[in-house]
């Protein structure tokens, strides 16, 4: 994911040298800055690579004049060499940009500001070299010659747009006016496009999506925002229609298995910062090849720290600080693997509001043509491995984007996905059912599953799906769908709905354990559901899921646990199971403020349904007095509300308490339910 302090596509941001700087310094770092220019190839160009070719050939001119200056250097040509050093930032910039995957249409669709970019630099050229006083620099007048026809060509040579790439351009703005009056572009068209863009595969068109996204979600100009969202529009209708062959996800377990390849060979100490020894997030290379994390390399720097913290060597630049996003993705599997939780920043959490309505009628059009072509590939195709590439594109595209899951909802996938979901083929299986998870999360779609009859085909793969992902997606689909009051006392109500759910808590992995409890909490909102629960052998899977999961997880528990001792039959099976001292321990060791709060909501209710027996057992753990006390003056109102109250009820109990100096517990503080 991009990151808010990374730069923006054609921000060309340079920080001109010290005036104290010595002209050898300069020198070298001039040096560095053209050789790095100097090695841009223009085929990696798929536009403006004319002026591309040009700007490179000339900066390589200069390269050459540069590395034959012997030293002394007068303190004269600081200020041009000075000129000429931000000068070549901007195109070293200008040259990532114009070549980065996955930004390819956005810089034709730019073109006008591509080439005006172009044209100043190269002009900006032109005048350093008309300024720069050759006459004092030690070099072969064959170079100076060089250096000045180089100045003079600067001058002349036109920089506009390539009539190629003009026609390219012209041609996607006909493609987005075909989809805003509703028309569905020709397929060579766009197969034109792509191929001046040299987008040739599934996974090309998936990084120009990805960045236009990325775009879309930080832009704030209105008009900028109209641009990408119709782009993006279009490349989401062409990976569906050209691209869908290599969708398979077959590929995609392919691609999965050479990351944990990579992650195998991989230290995972390399992966920490040097300075805060946590995994790097947000990685960022120095001028020196040594990498940190962002928020602890920038505290460094502004401290006043100016070398290297691993080698010691002075920055030369120290504000440039170059994203990793090699090492980033490393760091992402690596935590994806292990079920690491990474808290990003607020400023990087995408807001998904953005996504409840394109930005261009054309984007709306062009979503409702991918529809239509992707459902339509569910319902004609007598391939299940076509099928499956099927569902798998409507999965990414329902993944984090509310519209998309609306349009298909619309489009009627609904209906073809539970079909598919009955599969014998395991990866459509799998697809489908994740599919229909990402729009179950819609409540258009928890509807259309619903009315469609999905209860049973869900059912099912949560029984016995060919795939663990299948059957923890299923679980997922079962919780959105029992957020709907009247589905409730349905799902409860199908044999198999409960004890399935139990058997994933039992034995499932930590994502599935975690869907199956979530998803008995929803159920559990109908009070008809108890019973079931606690017939299906509930209460031994979640004290057992208790004592040895993770901290998320056991929040979620206690809150099943609190859920259950609300009623006097779940509060004597829980007793009965001698789960107290356990939560207990729970309430003591426990950093969750949610999974205190449940084990306080789960004592009292236990106390208010037990009595003065389980006051007398409470009463015996030294432990739980600190611990509810603390919760007074730390804890949430609620959670500080709920533990006066299990604090009066066992002193209210106690045989050696004075009984002037209690107040008796109300029934409005014992019966509090959880949150």
């Known amino acids: 994911?991009?990151?808010?302090?990374?730069?923006?596509?054609?921000?060309?941001?340079?920080?001109?040298?010290?005036?104290?700087?010595?002209?050898?310094?300069?020198?070298?770092?001039?040096?560095?800055?053209?050789?790095?220019?100097?090695?841009?190839?223009?085929?990696?160009?798929?536009?403006?690579?004319?002026?591309?070719?040009?700007?490179?050939?000339?900066?390589?001119?200069?390269?050459?004049?540069?590395?034959?200056?012997?030293?002394?250097?007068?303190?004269?040509?600081?200020?041009?060499?000075?000129?000429?050093?931000?000068?070549?930032?901007?195109?070293?910039?200008?040259?990532?940009?114009?070549?980065?995957?996955?930004?390819?249409?956005?810089?034709?669709?730019?073109?006008?500001?591509?080439?005006?970019?172009?044209?100043?630099?190269?002009?900006?050229?032109?005048?350093?070299?008309?300024?720069?006083?050759?006459?004092?620099?030690?070099?072969?007048?064959?170079?100076?010659?060089?250096?000045?026809?180089?100045?003079?060509?600067?001058?002349?040579?036109?920089?506009?747009?390539?009539?190629?790439?003009?026609?390219?351009?012209?041609?996607?703005?006909?493609?987005?006016?075909?989809?805003?009056?509703?028309?569905?572009?020709?397929?060579?068209?766009?197969?034109?496009?792509?191929?001046?863009?040299?987008?040739?595969?599934?996974?090309?068109?998936?990084?120009?999506?990805?960045?236009?996204?990325?775009?879309?979600?930080?832009?704030?100009?209105?008009?900028?925002?109209?641009?990408?969202?119709?782009?993006?529009?279009?490349?989401?209708?062409?990976?569906?229609?050209?691209?869908?062959?290599?969708?398979?996800?077959?590929?995609?377990?392919?691609?999965?298995?050479?990351?944990?390849?990579?992650?195998?060979?991989?230290?995972?100490?390399?992966?920490?910062?040097?300075?805060?020894?946590?995994?790097?997030?947000?990685?960022?290379?120095?001028?020196?090849?040594?990498?940190?994390?962002?928020?602890?390399?920038?505290?460094?720097?502004?401290?006043?720290?100016?070398?290297?913290?691993?080698?010691?060597?002075?920055?030369?630049?120290?504000?440039?600080?170059?994203?990793?996003?090699?090492?980033?993705?490393?760091?992402?599997?690596?935590?994806?693997?292990?079920?690491?939780q990474i808290t990003e920043p607020n400023n990087q959490k995408r807001d998904l509001s953005k996504t409840e309505k394109p930005g261009s009628a054309a984007a709306i059009r062009a979503m409702r043509m991918t529809a239509a072509y992707l459902v339509d590939k569910l319902w004609t195709s007598v391939n299940e491995e076509e099928k499956a590439k099927a569902a798998h594109e409507i999965r990414l595209l329902t993944k984090s984007n509310l519209f998309n899951r609306d349009c298909f909802v619309e489009s009627g996938a609904v209906r073809w996905l539970l079909k598919l979901s009955s599969s014998s083929n395991p990866s459509a299986q799998e697809q489908s059912v994740a599919a229909l998870l990402n729009i179950s999360k819609a409540q258009l779609g928890r509807i259309a599953i619903f009315e469609a009859g999905g209860l049973h085909p869900v059912l099912k793969v949560l029984e016995k799906g060919l795939k663990v992902e299948a059957q923890q997606n299923a679980a997922a689909i079962l919780f959105y769908l029992s957020s709907i009051d009247e589905y409730r006392k349905e799902i409860g109500e199908a044999p198999e709905a409960i004890p399935a759910l139990v058997e994933l808590l039992r034995k499932g992995t930590y994502r599935g354990k975690k869907n199956a409890v979530v998803t008995l909490f929803g159920l559990l909102l109908f009070p008809g559901n108890l019973p079931r629960v606690l017939a299906a052998g509930a209460l031994p899977v979640l004290i057992h899921t208790l004592s040895i999961e993770k901290e998320d997880l056991i929040s979620d528990t206690t809150g099943v646990l609190a859920k259950i001792a609300e009623k006097p039959e779940g509060a004597k099976v829980i007793l009965r199971y001698s789960a107290v001292p356990l939560l207990v321990e729970v309430l003591r060791s426990s950093t969750s403020r949610s999974g205190k709060e449940h084990c306080v909501a789960v004592l009292l209710s236990l106390c208010h349904h037990g009595g003065k027996k389980v006051a007398r057992l409470l009463n015996e753990f030294t432990s739980l007095m600190p611990s509810l006390y603390s919760l007074l003056t730390e804890g949430s109102p609620h959670t500080a509300k709920k533990a006066r109250a299990l604090l009066n009820h066992l002193h209210y109990f106690h045989e050696d308490s004075c009984p002037s100096a209690v107040i008796p517990p109300s029934q409005d503080q014992s019966s509090v339910p959880a949150q």
């Open 1 to 340: 994911m991009k990151k808010s302090s990374q730069r923006r596509l054609l921000s060309l941001p340079a920080v001109h040298p010290c005036g104290a700087i010595s002209p050898a310094t300069l020198l070298g770092s001039l040096v560095a800055l053209a050789g790095d220019v100097d090695g841009f190839r223009s085929e990696t160009f798929t536009s403006h690579r004319r002026s591309a070719r040009e700007v490179i050939r000339q900066v390589g001119a200069i390269l050459a004049f540069l590395l034959e200056i012997d030293s002394p250097l007068p303190h004269s040509l600081v200020l041009s060499f000075s000129e000429l050093h931000v000068t070549l930032q901007k195109i070293r910039l200008l040259l990532s940009d114009c070549s980065r995957r996955g930004a390819r249409l956005w810089i034709l669709m730019r073109s006008d500001r591509v080439s005006g970019e172009f044209r100043v630099l190269i002009r900006s050229i032109a005048t350093v070299l008309d300024v720069l006083p050759l006459d004092l620099v030690a070099a072969s007048p064959e170079t100076k010659e060089l250096v000045r026809l180089v100045g003079w060509q600067a001058w002349k040579v036109p920089i506009e747009t390539d009539a190629a790439d003009e026609r390219a351009a012209g041609m996607v703005t006909s493609i987005l006016n075909q989809f805003k009056n509703g028309y569905a572009p020709a397929r060579q068209n766009v197969e034109q496009v792509m191929n001046h863009l040299k987008i040739r595969s599934w996974a090309e068109c998936s990084e120009e999506i990805s960045f236009l996204e990325t775009e879309l979600f930080s832009c704030e100009d209105p008009g900028d925002s109209g641009l990408l969202s119709s782009l993006m529009g279009f490349m989401v209708y062409s990976r569906a229609v050209l691209f869908d062959l290599d969708s398979s996800p077959a590929i995609v377990n392919c691609r999965s298995k050479q990351s944990k390849n990579v992650l195998n060979d991989v230290n995972l100490e390399e992966l920490r910062c040097p300075i805060s020894l946590e995994l790097m997030t947000d990685p960022v290379t120095l001028s020196t090849g040594q990498t940190y994390n962002r928020s602890s390399i920038k505290r460094w720097l502004d401290a006043g720290c100016h070398t290297c913290p691993v080698t010691g060597e002075k920055l030369t630049d120290d504000k440039l600080l170059v994203p990793n996003s090699t090492l980033l993705k490393l760091v992402e599997q690596l935590c994806h693997e292990n079920n690491i």
